[in-house]
């Protein structure tokens, strides 16, 4: 698959992704509002896309989407299961040498089979190129609508300390990207493009609350 392609298609599907990403600062009214807007305009378009794109496939690729879903869905399950035994490993006061080794020996089998996946979806990501390229371009159209709504939205939530932390975090982020080679920006282009395909087309349930104690408060209090 061409890289220009891959790298045009999957950095449209960044905000859409993760619109909805966790942060701790915000209150429970303000994550709501950042939901409901992901739900409201986000969610559709994205939804669309991901109907149109499956409705374009064939009946082999359908059924062969389905047994990869479901390689991803066990690989995230055992992704899961090992961060959790490593979030016991460091309560349980584990040393940093301790702990990294312990991730070494737990990630790195999951890690090859991620990987392994991605290669096994290579000749269906080239064959429905076209398809996948059509489907996705209403989300393309609409991302840096949805980046300016969103950043809008953090501004006004955040305190000028937050927001100043997050500006210079994002700023970190765009050089880094920016100093990629070709072939490593290819390489997380076509994670993001393969996250889109793989997807159940099903709205990301809400995460359990934490026992914990009381957040920062935002800037609007």
């Known amino acids: 698959m061409k890289k220009s392609i891959l790298i045009t298609l999957a950095f449209s599907l960044m905000v859409t992704l993760g619109f909805a990403q966790k942060t701790d600062k915000l209150s429970k009214e303000e994550k709501a509002e950042m939901r409901a807007y992901y739900e409201e305009k986000v969610y559709p378009v994205k939804k669309a896309a991901h109907d149109q794109f499956i409705g374009g496939l064939s ?17 995230q399950k055992e992704s899961r299961a090992a961060q959790k035994e490593l979030r016991t490993l ?18 790195e089998p999951i890690r090859e ?16 190129k076209a398809l996948i390229e059509t489907s996705i371009a209403p989300i393309k159209d609409n991302q840096e609508m949805w980046k300016d709504e969103k950043d809008a939205m953090l501004d006004d939530f955040l305190s000028e300390e937050d927001n100043a932390k997050r500006d210079a975090k994002q700023a ?7 100093k990629k080679s070709g072939d490593k920006a290819s390489q997380g282009a076509g994670k993001k493009m393969l996250s889109f395909v793989l997807w159940s087309g099903e709205m990301k349930k809400k995460q359990p609350k934490k026992k914990e104690g009381k957040g920062k408060k935002s800037k609007r209090g």
């Open 113 to 128: 089979k991620q990987k392994a996946l991605a290669v096994s979806m290579q000749p269906f990501m080239e064959r429905n």
């Open 90 to 107: 460091k309560k349980d006061g584990k040393s940093k040498e301790e702990l990294k080794a312990a991730r070494k020996t737990a990630m």
């Open 59 to 75: 009946a082999d690729d359908k059924a062969f989407l389905e047994t990869k879903r479901a390689e991803k869905k066990s690989i």
């Open 172 to 178: 970190k982020k765009a050089n880094k990207s920016d």
